[in-house]
């Protein structure tokens, strides 16, 4: 059972563009939310995270939107810029595990 | 500060063969992790370790797979006999827990690929 599902397998974007990223999650204990970002031959680096107490989160280009009724979350990268190419990950975990469960992957192709 | 530290990074061996990862955290972090990458989706925990104790090995295929993390510092992981689909890319992470202090932003290492053949 896939407890996180991650949509679009894979995005290419123009460059100054908007890209989304959308996740949903089925586990209600879930509350933590972390977007991860991957570059190849590179392990995931923490890029932005938000707690369902707050229903958005902005950080520099990137916006986490959270809607805890539907168990949904987004990624929001603004003016996407070539160096943004990567593969984005969400992910959902429980204060007390502590453990992430992830979904399975975007593809971002940001194309000059 | 130094990153979470693994090696190799790369390996190729025979199925029924054995390997061994070895992860490194940052100074400090209570919490390890490793985490199986098939090419293709997200990273799929196999272990937790607070300190030198198994939080969760729920996920860990323990006829063959085995991890310990002795004095609570490094770790290694282990898979004996390897079969084709165990081909991968293993990843540790570390995250700072102390007490009732609970910081849950992982860092991961560069991983292992590693190729059965």
């Known amino acids: 059972q896939q407890q996180v599902k991650q949509s679009p397998q894979s995005l290419i974007v123009q460059k100054g563009g908007i890209s989304i990223i959308n996740c949903a999650y089925e586990n209600t204990a879930f509350d933590y939310f972390p977007w991860y970002q991957q570059f190849p031959g590179k392990g995931p680096a923490l890029l932005i995270a938000?707690?369902?107490?707050?229903s958005e989160k902005k950080e520099g280009r990137f916006t986490i939107s959270f809607n805890k009724s539907a168990k949904q979350f987004s990624l929001h990268i603004m003016d996407s810029q070539p160096g943004d190419s990567a593969t984005y990950f969400c992910a959902a975990s429980t204060t007390n595990a502590g453990k992430s469960t992830f979904g399975d992957g975007t593809t971002l192709t940001v194309k000059p | 500060e130094a990153g979470v530290a693994q090696s190799p990074r790369y390996k190729i061996i025979e199925k029924r063969q054995s390997v061994a990862f070895w992860c490194n955290p940052i100074s400090g972090h209570a919490t390890l992790y490793w985490y199986q990458q098939i090419l293709g989706q997200g990273p799929k925990l196999l272990i937790q370790f607070q300190n030198n104790g198994v939080v969760d090995d729920s996920q860990l295929p323990k006829d063959r797979f085995s991890a310990e993390r002795l004095k609570g510092v490094d770790s290694t992981l282990k898979i004996q006999p390897a079969k084709l689909e165990d081909s991968a890319v293993y990843l540790c992470?570390?995250?700072?827990?102390?007490?009732?202090?609970?910081?849950?932003?992982?860092?991961f290492g560069p991983g292992t690929r590693l190729t059965v053949t």
């Open positions: 938000i707690r369902p107490d707050v």
């Open positions: 992470a570390s995250s700072f827990r102390s007490g009732t202090v609970k910081v849950y932003e992982q860092y």
